[in-house]
T-cell receptor
């Protein structure tokens, strides 16, 4: 049973427009959420995070929104650029003693020039 | 700045063979972990370590073994390779559990 779900395997967006990537979770004890970006043949790299006590965190073109009541977070990229084309993973931190991360299955974003 | 280094990058094994995937980090991070990435499954935690001498199982530990004799190194051993272990393996390190993790470039393993 996946505790972190990314229901859209892929998303295509025109350059300059907004990209919205979604993530849902089931465990209400998750207290910290992260987004990672992954290019082919490379390891994932950290992009942005948000604590459960906030509902928004912004870093340049990237904004993450958290809706705790809906157990939903989203990553907005504005404006989208061709270099943003990658797989995006959301991850959530559990409440176990080691606080390990649980990852979603990823969304392939393609930004079309 | 090497960060997290994984070797090898590619490996083909025959069923039943054993091998060790190497992982080293130079950031003095206490927390290290191993993930496997499979299509449609995302990244799944195999084993992790919260410090030298301490390891624990993640979500999918069967068929794998780890040890942590130093802060820098966290090797993953496949005891008897099976086709189901065909995957891309990533090692990661972080200051603590659940914080920003730095990943290696991955090892693509094929078991035939």
């Amino acid at each position: 049973d996946q505790q972190v779900k990314q229901n859209s395997p892929s998303l295509s967006v025109q350059e300059g427009r907004i990209s919205i990537l979604n993530c849902d979770y089931t465990n209400s004890m998750f207290d910290y959420f992260l987004w990672y970006k992954k290019y082919p043949a490379e390891g994932p790299t950290f992009l942005i995070s948000i604590s459960s006590i906030k509902d928004k965190n912004e870093d340049g073109r990237f904004t993450v929104f958290l809706n705790k009541s809906a157990k939903h977070l989203s990553l907005h990229i504005v404006p989208s650029q061709p270099g943003d084309s990658a797989v995006y993973f959301c991850a959530a931190r559990g409440d176990g003693s080691a606080r390990q991360l649980t990852f979603g299955s990823g969304t392939q974003l393609t930004v079309l020039p | 700045n090497a960060g997290v280094t994984q070797t090898p990058k590619f490996q083909v094994l025959k069923t039943g063979q054993s091998m060790t995937l190497q992982c080293a980090q130079d950031m003095n991070h206490e927390y290290m972990s191993w993930y496997r990435q499979d299509p449609g499954m995302g990244l799944r935690l195999i084993h992790y370590s919260v410090g030298a001498g301490i390891t624990d199982q993640g979500e999918v530990p069967n068929g794998y073994n780890v040890s942590r004799s130093t802060t820098e190194d966290f090797p993953l051993r496949l005891l008897s390779a099976a086709p189901s272990q065909t995957s891309v393996y990533f090692c990661a390190s972080s200051i603590g559990g659940g914080t920003e993790a730095f990943f290696g470039q991955g090892t693509r393993l094929t078991v035939v």
